[in-house]
């Protein structure tokens, strides 16, 4: 990756990352399963990541975070395109268990 496109990723990988932290700390305060989530988020982050890897268009270089609370699951992290943010909250959204998704991904040199 040439410097000029690590330094964007870099730049939108902590914005996700800031902006991530600030959307779990205001969940955390709804407390509808309480600080740890609900029952089942674990597995629900581990059938997105599951459908994930069996999408080549979802793969590194695409760098993804999955994070479940409450049965939402929020993404993060960098994309190449837009078709690949928008295929990558729609497999989220199809996984069962997932009442929202919150799609924070940033698309390489876009600025949201």
């Excluded at 902006?19 to 700390?25: E, H, K, Y």
């Excluded at 674990?42 to 409450?70: M, Y």
């Amino acid at each position: 990756m040439p410097a000029n496109a690590s330094s964007r990723w870099h730049a939108a990988f902590f914005v996700g990352l800031i902006f991530l932290a600030i959307t779990l700390s205001a969940c955390s305060i709804y407390k509808k399963c309480g600080l740890n989530g609900c029952a089942g988020d674990a597995g629900i982050t581990a059938a997105v990541q599951k459908e994930f890897d069996e999408r080549s268009e979802l793969k590194p270089p695409n760098r993804i975070s999955i994070q479940t609370l409450d049965h939402v699951v929020y993404l993060s992290g960098l994309v190449d395109t837009e078709f690949e943010r928008n295929i990558a909250e729609s497999v989220a959204h199809d996984v069962p268990g997932v009442v929202r998704v919150v799609n924070s991904i940033a698309v390489l040199g876009t600025v949201y």
